[in-house]
């Protein structure tokens, strides 16, 4: 028995020793590499059958076109992914039903000087560029906002929001103030509102096809990874608290129409709140709050990160195209308060 027993504390030891060698001698590039190679789950509908429409452009949808991605949720919504869509017609049923989109944006303290004209003048020639655009500049320096061309029926709105000497609070505060936005102007003038951060760019098409009653986006980061290693807040007194979940989803992207919007941000507003009176603070922010409100109220429209990637994760065999790029960070120097 004992030779048996220091048989196995050997062949431990030199399971540990593969695994310390195998994370010394590959980089995080190359560990991204290999998880690029784990097979994503499939569309379980079978060619002809439909699905759950948002709306009825989507009945034009060929999600059989993508057989190395995920095309649809359990739930029957769609997961966009170049190759499944027509640009021109997507465009065209949105003109004819007079879409319109407000997109809001926060560039707070360093992050209006060091990013929001990049991301302006992309969106201006990438974002919903056959619809009528409204941008949200959302900021407490308006004063600096740059003075930016806009093509015909786009048009830039201002508005002053409190700086916060966290940035954590910041980007937990932008659900409160879109809510108060959408309330008390967006509802008036778009249909569709999508929000964004601002250390972005636009480098594609980021189109039509992505409008829906509520809309998702798949995190870059976690999309080939098994449910188990998801960054779900795990503590149990936060009320962004979950188990398990359908995917995890990246807060720099979300959308909708200006309801399904509003519900979601008043709603994530209400459980931060709570979360600060029993003085508890969510692991991602308001990114694990937005986790918590989409696994409850399920997305009519997930998008493919083709809609927002980072440069750093390296090559992926499933993405034919980039719409949206993470900019260089600079938390260093902008994250400090002044």
């Keep these: 028995m004992r030779v048996l027993y220091k048989a196995k504390r050997v062949l431990t030891c030199a399971g540990c020793a593969s695994v ?34 948002g709306n009825s452009i989507d009945a034009s949808l060929d999600l059989w076109s993508r057989g190395d991605v995920q095309t649809c949720t359990d739930w029957g ?46 969106a201006e020639r990438h974002f919903m560029v056959a619809l009528p655009v409204t941008y949200y500049v959302f900021t407490d320096v308006p004063e600096r906002v740059p003075n930016i061309h806009l093509g015909p029926g786009r048009s830039l709105k201002v508005v002053r929001v409190q700086r916060h000497s966290r940035w954590q609070d910041i980007s937990m505060m932008r659900m ?39 809309v998702a986006l798949l995190h870059a980061y976690y999309y080939h990874r098994p449910q188990s290693l998801y960054t779900y807040d795990r503590n149990p007194r936060s009320r962004a608290y979950m188990e398990t979940g359908d995917f995890y989803y990246h807060a720099a992207v979300f959308g909708g129409s200006w309801q399904n919007v509003k519900n979601m ?10 979360d600060k009176e029993n003085q ?34 390296g090559y992926r065999g499933d993405m034919h195209v980039t719409r949206l790029l993470w900019a260089k960070k600079k938390y260093d120097t902008l994250r400090i308060t002044e």
């Design 280 to 313: 508890v603070e969510a692991l991602w922010h308001d990114e694990s709050h937005l986790n918590k409100y989409l696994w409850l109220h399920k997305p009519s429209r997930v998008l493919s990160p083709e809609y927002c990637w980072s440069s750093d994760i």
């Design 176 to 214: 409160r103030a879109i809510a108060d936005a959408i309330e008390s102007q967006i509802r008036r003038y778009s249909r569709y509102i999508f929000c964004f951060d601002v250390d972005q760019v636009f480098v594609g098409r980021f189109g039509s096809e992505a409008l829906g009653d509520s």
């Design 265 to 274: 941000t008043e709603t994530c507003y209400q459980t931060i709140m709570e």
């Design 77 to 122: 919504a769609p997961v966009i992914w170049d190759g499944m869509f027509d640009p021109d017609h997507y465009d065209q049923e949105h003109r004819r039903n007079h879409s319109s989109v407000s997109l809001t944006v926060f560039a707070v303290g360093r992050y209006l000087d060091a990013y929001l004209e990049a991301f302006l003048l992309s």
């Design 20 to 53: 310390l060698l195998f994370i010394a001698y590959f980089t995080p590039t190359s560990i991204r590499y290999l998880e690029g190679l784990i097979p994503m789950n499939r569309c379980h509908l079978a060619p002809g059958e439909k699905l759950k429409l």
